[in-house]
């Protein structure tokens, strides 16, 4: 599928689309240890081979701690600074999580991160430690400020980035690979500016400006569209296992009536219908299929419906996946013999898809295009 398999996403806004909670009270946050002036603060330190060349001091703290794997830290508290617009229908409701962590390893390209709500471990939650909690009732960390401003933060767990009774299901040898070092506990991180942990989280999905606009803004819920793309011989003799000829996306009278009838706006783009129609080398003749989506992530993730055809199977497990490509483009993966290129009952659309089908790039086209 496009996310997690074939597109790839941010970890980070999948964790974050799993615990949506109240939003702040109002624009202040409340921990004033952290952030004495009610706004968003950050905290780091970086231990990586550029900067130990003028540190020699950090040089020798790793030295005597030779199971630290962290070589960069950085603690955010404020609003998230690493989710971004989606395929999801907006809730207008902001996550409950307030603390954030990235940590980057020797030798990794880029910092894992996660997210957590932190408070005082007191009745009246304004004295005591600050802990950092996040789901199943597990520590991110605890945080203390000390007498220089510096955030200490500590109780930070080898299995922090990993499910709980991971070392079982992994083995020893592979948990320890991917679990933090027995000396990553303990960090002091000097504050920074804000502008420091945003730029460090950036680096965990960095932004393509030629994406632009997710889908579900790009494409509103009573607009008609059409995508597409059809392959000249040239391009068919480059890859003799394709079987598509011609391809439309397009929603058109008949798929906005329904989301107009049927559908939320405030919802969008879940439950709305899109059609499909290809032709294939073998079939001249066009075949249509509608879908019904629903937002996931940084896709679409459409289903086949039974409103078009006389389908004598369960064909919603047929599946495919929209997401917005570059320049204006849409991408359409077809993983799991989504498409009705095959017979969608047939045993050829079982498992994954075996031709060379799986992606598409495809072009806006006039709506004339796709026969609306």
Known sequence: MISRTVMGAGVGVALLAAVAGAAFADDTLKLTELSPDG??????????AAHLKSHPQQAAHLKSHPQQ???RIFFYYGRDPVSRPNEEPSTGIDSSYNGFMATTVRGAEAPEWLG????????????????????????????KVDDKGRLIVSDVQ??????????????????ERQALGKDDNGFRLDPMP??????????????????????????KPDQAFCYGRDYDAEHLGSHPDQLTQSIRVFRGPVELASFAKEGDPANWPSGADIAVSVTTRQKS??????????GEGDQWRCA???????????IAQQEVFLRRGANGTMMLANPNSGLPIIDLCSKAAEGDTSSDDKVYRLEPMPQAACGL
């Open 39 to 48: 706004k968003d603060a950050c905290f780091g330190r970086v231990y990586d």
């Open 194 to 219: 804000a502008a420091t942990c945003k730029a460090e989280f950036a680096r965990i999905d960095p932004i393509d400006p030629a994406l632009g606009p997710p889908l579900r803004e790009r494409l």
């Open 304 to 314: 086949a419906s039974a409103k078009t055809g006389d389908a004598s199977c369960d």
């Open 69 to 71: 794997k962290v070589a």
């Open 285 to 294: 003749a066009k075949v249509t299929q509608v879908y019904n989506c629903q």
């Open 116 to 143: 957590g709500w932190c408070s005082h471990e007191s009745e009246d939650g304004k004295t005591g430690p600050i802990r950092c909690g996040m789901d199943c009732d597990r520590t991110m960390a605890s945080l």
């Open 158 to 175: 080898p299995d922090l980035y990993l499910d709980a009774g991971s070392e079982d299901e992994l083995g020893k040898a592979e948990y």
